[in-house]
């Protein structure tokens, strides 16, 4: 029985590492690359001169908490930081050149403080923005499509699960002078879970027991999901204007990319 067991043992490690182990590095910070939507937008051209926009809060809408079984959580599934996200696509666009709106009252406050000394030169107006840009994250689904599969002989088993959300985000132009909504866009993108394991439950003995328990998970992050949904947005909303003659492409920028 003792030999069965330490078969049963060197099955199950040898089952787990099978596995693949994802690398457990301590790595520095480093900077976010632009990504493969943002990338293709560069290579069929940029317009002549950025355009002026303006974005007051693109929030977070969905109400949705994280989900945690037989737990009371206030954290909410989606980040809360989307305004800053959005911002910082319009700029690796190279389309639009947002105007600071959303800490408004702080630039403000500081532009007062530079009015108050008789010593500083007058500033300029603040720049003003032609459109609008409004929307949020609307959509959170969780357990949109769950399955996975497994097997058990003999008190060794190993199994697999996944688990996919769904995160939703629309995006619209408005434009300042009118109040019109030029463009709107829907995007969506799911959010992938993985798990995997292996283990051994097996008496080997009267009084004795042996378990033994392997595997890891590997979770797709909301946030990176939200700010490709936001990216698509974005290229979205150019292609879309694009067709409906709201704004060209640099004629010189064309050319060059097409020699």
């Known amino acids: 029985m003792r030999y ?6 060197s ?5 787990c590492s099978l596995v693949p182990k994802p690398a457990i590095n301590i790595t520095p910070a480093k900077v976010d690359k632009p990504s493969h939507a943002l990338t293709q ?3 069929q051209g940029r317009p002549r001169q950025a355009i002026p926009v303006s974005v007051y809060a693109f929030r ?18 989606v980040t809360q930081g989307a305004t800053s996200v959005l ?26 403080i530079h009015g108050a000394n008789k010593k500083a030169n007058e500033l300029p107006p603040l720049k003003e923005a032609r459109l609008l840009l409004e929307g949020g994250i609307i959509g959170y689904e969780t357990n949109l499509t769950t399955g996975g599969i497994g097997a058990e002989y003999f008190g060794i088993g190993a199994s697999e699960l996944y688990r996919e959300d769904q995160v939703t985000v ?3 132009a408005v ?15 799911k959010v992938f879970s993985q798990e995997l394991r292996a283990g051994l439950f097996r008496y080997v003995s009267l009084n004795r027991l042996v378990e033994m328990e392997g595997g890891y998970s590997t979770n797709e992050p ?9 990216e698509t947005a974005v290229v979205e909303l150019v292609a879309q204007g694009l067709q409906r003659g709201f704004w060209r492409l640099d004629d010189q920028a064309s050319l060059a990319n097409s020699g």
């Not at 069965?4 to 043992?9: G, I, K, N, T």
């Not at 050149?97 to 532009?111: H, S």
């Open 4 to 9: 069965l067991a330490v078969a049963a043992l």
């Open 11 to 15: 099955i199950t490690l040898s089952a």
């Open 41 to 43: 937008l560069h290579q």
């Open 60 to 77: 977070d809408q969905t109400g949705q908490y994280k989900p945690q079984a037989n737990v009371s959580s206030f954290s909410t599934a």
């Open 87 to 112: 911002t910082q696509i319009l700029l690796d666009s190279g389309w639009f050149a947002p105007l600071e709106r959303e800490g408004l009252q702080n630039l403000l406050t500081e532009r007062k």
């Open 170 to 172: 629309y995006l619209r």
């Open 175 to 189: 434009d300042v002078f009118t109040g019109q909504v030029l463009l709107s866009v829907s995007t969506t993108k």
């Open 222 to 230: 909301v946030q990176y999901c939200v700010r490709q949904a936001m």
